[in-house]
């Protein structure tokens, strides 16, 4: 018995994906950049010539380590107090990514929960979730964040909530929008009809199938959350000195800056390479995972 | 499209209403004694501190206090500020025109350059063209904008001397205000010297303000308008013999257009919140600056005034939005 029937398998489905993924070549970019951050920000400690906070009284405003004064001990230049310029932007690659991770962690769970509510209870429920987060999109979302912090207090926590609080309407809206259509389908009347409980039907049932959209946004939210919470700590209301936030250096060093470009350029450098990194793959992400838009 | 107004409008009432709940929460989730601050650092004697608080309504039940305060904001009283003593509502119409041309101005500079971008990019799809105007747009929309400020300083202010750092207009010109607009007053007033005065101190932050609304309509223009061009009624278009000026600027970009409107509608939130970084760095005497001012100096009603008039501003832009959008696509007017 000689059985050499043609064993076609589909590519499982984490294959399909990366060969959707990986045809987009600044999607490949923004992953790699990414992971570049995450070795970096976890690997700070070692990496970093300096501590970030270690304050060099000969080395003041050095300027990077190739230009006329420059000096290899500090490879980017050095701040106003004297910090290690590189050593601050490795450590602030850890703030950064952290400010993402929480911020998109809060609002993604708080979104879910929310949307799925709205989306299963439809009436009095949904109306008050959607009015409510209506009146929190018709408030610019650095002006909403900038008031609540008004009223916490700055600091990068009460930065990083009232940043969670801003781009809540969007998981929320996803998220009611997924269950919508889910819900009309047939496996969701069969399991129902099998006796599937209402937890089962939203998290084990539903939720698995709306998870697309939501995890391109989380992508996108990333760069979101980053970009914001420099914003505000530029504006004073983030993070606070001496924490080597990216923003947040950007604000010390602006009355720097005729005399030394570089305590301005690369912190912003830095924000600007990470939020591009991020929305490089969101965009892939979404392209990959959503078949609507596949070309 | 009666109907269809009223149907925003009557959206618009509790939205409105919940953006007050916010202003109004705003003040009373601020922990504290909500005299300490009117006090200073005097302080006050017990008696005179009861009297205050009967005097400012902070004796009253929460839902009272709260609707005293939706009957001030709808008789256009919101308060005064606690550092000018003057009426808030009076402030932000002060400040409100400078805003408004540097808005006016930013969205010109996005709409001016975002839309041929966006058509030359879809045009030319696959070249190198597109893929400049494509890595342009995603670092535009990727710019954290108040570092890019930084840099337009650093270059045209610092090295090449070209603008001004700071401010609306140079310091010797005085402009009597009549719309506000010191670009329109200058002309009105026949002052050359103090237009280009104005239009220097001008550019940098509009330039720094339209970065990201360019970066999106850049990026809208060019996807609206592949999508159309695959319709079967650019093809008949093209088949008739039209020449392709006419195929792209009448046929295409008509319908391309009307996600670009929205867009731009869309962007007006993204441009006050802008507004308020890029005050902040150029010194600009706007509702931006004067924002972060009183979240700075503590000055709680301002804060409070300000953020349910910009609400409400964003608020109408959208709702006129929306009513350009039916006008344009009587598809929406009549989907319900």
Same mark, same amino acid.
């Given at each position: 018995?000689?059985?050499?029937?043609?064993t076609l398998t589909p590519p499982g489905p984490l294959r399909e994906f990366w060969s959707h993924f990986r045809q987009n070549?600044?999607a490949?970019?923004?992953l790699?950049?990414?992971?570049?951050?995450?070795?970096?920000?976890?690997?700070?400690?070692?990496?970093?010539?300096?501590?970030?906070?270690?304050?060099?009284?000969?080395?003041?405003?050095?300027?990077?380590?190739?230009?006329?004064?420059?000096?290899?001990?500090?490879?980017?230049?050095?701040?106003?107090?004297?910090?290690?310029?590189?050593?601050?932007?490795?450590?602030?690659?850890?703030?950064?990514?952290?400010?993402g991770c929480i911020v998109v962690t809060l609002s993604l769970a708080a979104g879910i929960l929310l949307g799925l509510l709205a989306g299963f209870f439809r009436g009095l429920i949904d109306t008050l979730i959607m009015r409510l987060m209506d009146i929190l999109l018709a408030?610019?979302s650095?002006?909403?964040?900038?008031?609540?912090?008004?009223?916490?207090?700055?600091?990068?926590?009460?930065?990083?909530?009232?940043i969670a609080v801003v781009v809540l309407p969007h998981y929320v809206r996803l998220t009611r929008a997924a269950v919508l259509s889910e819900i009309a389908k047939d496996y969701v009347m069969a399991s129902q009809v099998a006796g599937a409980g209402l937890l089962r039907q939203m998290f084990v049932n539903v939720l698995p199938n709306c998870l697309a959209p939501l995890i391109v946004q989380a992508t996108l939210g990333f760069s979101a959350a980053?970009?914001?919470?420099?914003?505000?700590?530029?504006?004073?209301?983030?993070?606070?000195?001496?924490?080597?936030?990216?923003?947040?250096?950007?604000?010390?060093?602006?009355?720097?800056?005729?005399?030394?470009?570089?305590?301005?350029?690369?912190?912003?450098?830095?924000?600007?390479?990470?939020?591009?990194?991020f929305n490089?793959m969101g965009d892939g992400l979404r392209d990959a995972l959503d078949p609507k838009l596949k070309r | 499209?009666?109907?269809?107004?009223?149907r925003r409008?009557g959206l618009?009432?509790p939205t409105?209403?919940g953006?007050?709940?916010?202003?109004?929460?705003?003040?009373?989730?601020?922990?504290?004694?909500?005299?300490?601050?009117?006090?200073?650092?005097?302080?006050?004697?017990?008696?005179?501190?009861?009297?205050?608080?009967?005097?400012?309504?902070?004796?009253? #039940?929460?839902?009272?206090?709260?609707?005293?305060?939706?009957?001030?904001?709808?008789?256009?009283?919101?308060?005064?500020?606690?550092?000018?003593?003057?009426?808030?509502?009076?402030?932000?119409?002060?400040?409100?025109?400078?805003?408004?041309?540097?808005?006016?101005?930013?969205?010109?500079?996005?709409?001016?350059?975002?839309? #041929?971008?966006?058509?030359?990019?879809?045009?030319?799809?696959?070249?190198?063209?597109?893929?400049?105007?494509?890595?342009?747009?995603?670092?535009?929309?990727?710019?954290?904008?108040?570092?890019?400020?930084?840099?337009?300083?650093?270059?045209?202010?610092?090295?090449?001397?070209?603008?001004?750092?700071?401010?609306?207009?140079?310091?010797?010109?005085?402009?009597?205000?009549?719309?506000?607009?010191?670009?329109?007053?200058?002309?009105?007033?026949?002052?050359?010297?103090?237009?280009?005065?104005?239009?220097?101190?001008?550019?940098?932050?509009?330039?720094?303000?339209?970065?990201?609304?360019?970066?999106?309509?850049?990026?809208?223009?060019?996807s609206?308008?592949?999508e159309?061009?695959?319709?079967?009624?650019?093809?008949?278009?093209?088949?008739?013999?039209?020449? #392709?000026?006419?195929?792209?600027?009448?046929?295409?970009?008509?319908?391309?257009?009307?996600p670009?409107?929205t867009?731009?509608?869309l962007?007006?939130?993204?441009?006050?919140?802008?507004?308020?970084?890029?005050?902040?760095?150029?010194?600009?005497?706007?509702?931006?600056?004067?924002?972060?001012?009183?979240?700075?100096?503590?000055?709680? #009603?301002?804060?409070?005034?300000?953020?349910?008039?910009?609400?409400?501003?964003?608020?109408?832009?959208?709702?006129?939005?929306d009513?350009?959008y039916?006008?344009?696509n009587?598809r929406i007017?009549h989907a319900h």
């Amino acid at each position: 018995m000689t059985e050499h029937a043609l064993t076609l398998t589909p590519p499982g489905p984490l294959r399909e994906f990366w060969s959707h993924f990986r045809q987009n070549a600044g999607a490949v970019a923004g992953l790699l950049v990414i992971t570049v951050l995450l070795v970096v920000a976890l690997g700070a400690p070692w990496l970093a010539p300096h501590p970030p906070a270690e304050q060099y009284r000969d080395a003041l405003l050095l300027p990077p380590a190739w230009l006329d004064g420059g000096n290899w001990r500090f490879p980017l230049g050095t701040d106003d107090i004297g910090r290690d310029l590189l050593s601050r932007l490795l450590f602030g690659a850890r703030v950064s990514l952290l400010i993402g991770c929480i911020v998109v962690t809060l609002s993604l769970a708080a979104g879910i929960l929310l949307g799925l509510l709205a989306g299963f209870f439809r009436g009095l429920i949904d109306t008050l979730i959607m009015r409510l987060m209506d009146i929190l999109l018709a408030l610019p979302s650095l002006l909403l964040a900038i008031a609540i912090v008004a009223v916490l207090g700055p600091s990068l926590n009460n930065a990083m909530i009232a940043i969670a609080v801003v781009v809540l309407p969007h998981y929320v809206r996803l998220t009611r929008a997924a269950v919508l259509s889910e819900i009309a389908k047939d496996y969701v009347m069969a399991s129902q009809v099998a006796g599937a409980g209402l937890l089962r039907q939203m998290f084990v049932n539903v939720l698995p199938n709306c998870l697309a959209p939501l995890i391109v946004q989380a992508t996108l939210g990333f760069s979101a959350a980053i970009l914001d919470a420099a914003a505000l700590g530029f504006l004073g209301l983030g993070a606070q000195p001496p924490t080597p936030e990216w923003g947040t250096m950007l604000a010390d060093a602006r009355q720097f800056i005729q005399r030394a470009w570089w305590v301005v350029t690369f912190p912003g450098l830095a924000i600007l390479i990470t939020v591009l990194a991020f929305n490089l793959m969101g965009d892939g992400l979404r392209d990959a995972l959503d078949p609507k838009l596949k070309r | 499209m009666l109907l269809f107004l009223l149907r925003r409008l009557g959206l618009l009432v509790p939205t409105f209403l919940g953006v007050t709940a916010i202003a109004f929460a705003l003040i009373h989730l601020i922990p504290g004694d909500p005299l300490e601050l009117l006090a200073g650092e005097r302080g006050i004697d017990p008696e005179r501190h009861a009297r205050m608080l009967h005097e400012l309504g902070f004796d009253q #039940p929460l839902w009272r206090q709260y609707l005293d305060y939706i009957g001030a904001v709808v008789q256009g009283n919101l308060g005064t500020s606690l550092i000018t003593r003057q009426p808030v509502l009076d402030e932000f119409m002060t400040l409100f025109p400078a805003t408004l041309e540097l808005s006016l101005a930013a969205m010109l500079f996005a709409v001016l350059l975002g839309l #041929p971008a966006g058509i030359l990019a879809a045009v030319k799809r696959g070249t190198v063209l597109d893929h400049t105007v494509i890595g342009i747009s995603l670092t535009g929309y990727s710019m954290p904008i108040f570092w890019w400020a930084l840099l337009l300083i650093l270059l045209f202010s610092v090295q090449l001397g070209w603008t001004p750092v700071s401010g609306r207009i140079a310091v010797e010109f005085y402009i009597e205000p009549v719309t506000g607009l010191l670009l329109i007053d200058t002309l009105l007033a026949g002052d050359y010297e103090a237009f280009r005065s104005a239009v220097r101190h001008l550019i940098l932050p509009a330039i720094v303000l339209g970065t990201i609304p360019l970066a999106v309509i850049a990026r809208m223009t060019r996807s609206a308008l592949l999508e159309v061009i695959r319709e079967d009624y650019i093809r008949v278009a093209r088949a008739k013999g039209l020449s #392709p000026l006419r195929v792209i600027g009448v046929h295409a970009l008509r319908n391309a257009l009307i996600p670009v409107v929205t867009v731009i509608g869309l962007q007006v939130g993204t441009l006050l919140a802008g507004a308020i970084l890029t005050e902040t760095l150029f010194a600009w005497p706007g509702i931006g600056k004067w924002l972060i001012d009183s979240i700075n100096r503590r000055d709680y #009603p301002a804060v409070q005034g300000g953020i349910l008039l910009v609400a409400s501003v964003v608020m109408l832009v959208n709702l006129l939005v929306d009513l350009l959008y039916g006008l344009i696509n009587p598809r929406i007017r009549h989907a319900h």
